[in-house]
C-alpha cells in the first residue's frame, strides 16, 4: 500500500510539474503572440497557374491542383511555432515539409525555417503589416533552382485566410498564386 501510494505522489508531482512547464512562457513569446492565429490545422487549396515553370522532378504542374495540410502549433515555453505541412500535387507526389517560426532576439525579427522531404532549406523572415502577415523567403525548389518568395496572408476570420505567393525562379518572375485555407 505505502509503494502505490509513493507511485501515486510521484505521478502526481510530475503531472503538476509538466502543467506548470507548458504554462510558463519563454520571453520571447510576447513577440510572437499575435502568431496564435496560426495555431491549428489548416487545408490550403490552389491551382498551379499557366506559366508557371516545369519540374524537371514534378514534371508539367500548370492547371494541377495542389491540397496542403497544414498543423501548427507551439513549441514548449510557447518559444517558437512548428508547423508540419503535406503538399499533395494532383496526379503526383507528396512533399513533407516542417517549419519554425521564432524570435530572433539579435536581429529583433520574427525568423522562418523550412526543411522538406526533398531539396531545400528555407529561410526567411516574418513581419506583421497591418492586417495582413508578410513572409519573404528564399530558398531552392525540388530542381535545384534558387527561389525567391514573398507570401502575403490575410484572415478573413480566425477560420479562414488566403495566401498569396509571388516568386522568382533563377531570377524569372512565375505567376502569382493565390491558397485559399480553411480550419478544419
Avoid at 512562457?25 to 510576447?30: E, L, Q
Avoid at 524570435?103 to 523572415?125: A, S
Avoid at 514573398?150 to 522568382?168: E, G, P, Q, R, W
Wanted: charged share 25%.
Amino acid at each position: 500500500m505505502c509503494r502505490s501510494s509513493a507511485v501515486y505522489s510521484l505521478v502526481f508531482v510530475l503531472i503538476v510539474a509538466s502543467q506548470s512547464f507548458a504554462q510558463e512562457a519563454s520571453k520571447a513569446y510576447p513577440f510572437l503572440k499575435e502568431l496564435d492565429v496560426f495555431s491549428g490545422t489548416f487545408e490550403g487549396t490552389t491551382t498551379v497557374p499557366s506559366g508557371t515553370a516545369k519540374s524537371e522532378r514534378l514534371g508539367e504542374l500548370q492547371g494541377k491542383k495542389v491540397t496542403m495540410l497544414l498543423t501548427t502549433r507551439w513549441a514548449p515555453g510557447k518559444c517558437a511555432q512548428v508547423a508540419d505541412a503535406s503538399y499533395s500535387f494532383e496526379g503526383g507526389e507528396t512533399i513533407l515539409g516542417t517549419s519554425l517560426v521564432g524570435w530572433d532576439q539579435k536581429k529583433k525579427q520574427i525568423t522562418y525555417r523550412e526543411f522538406t522531404t526533398h531539396k531545400g532549406v528555407w529561410n526567411g523572415v516574418v513581419q506583421r503589416d497591418g492586417s495582413k502577415w508578410v513572409f519573404l523567403i528564399e530558398g531552392y525548389n525540388l530542381d535545384g533552382k534558387k527561389v525567391v518568395q514573398k507570401h502575403i496572408v490575410k484572415f478573413t476570420d480566425n477560420d479562414h485566410y488566403t495566401l498569396i505567393a509571388t516568386s522568382t525562379t533563377d531570377g524569372e518572375p512565375q505567376p502569382e498564386v493565390t491558397w485559399k485555407f480553411k480550419r478544419i
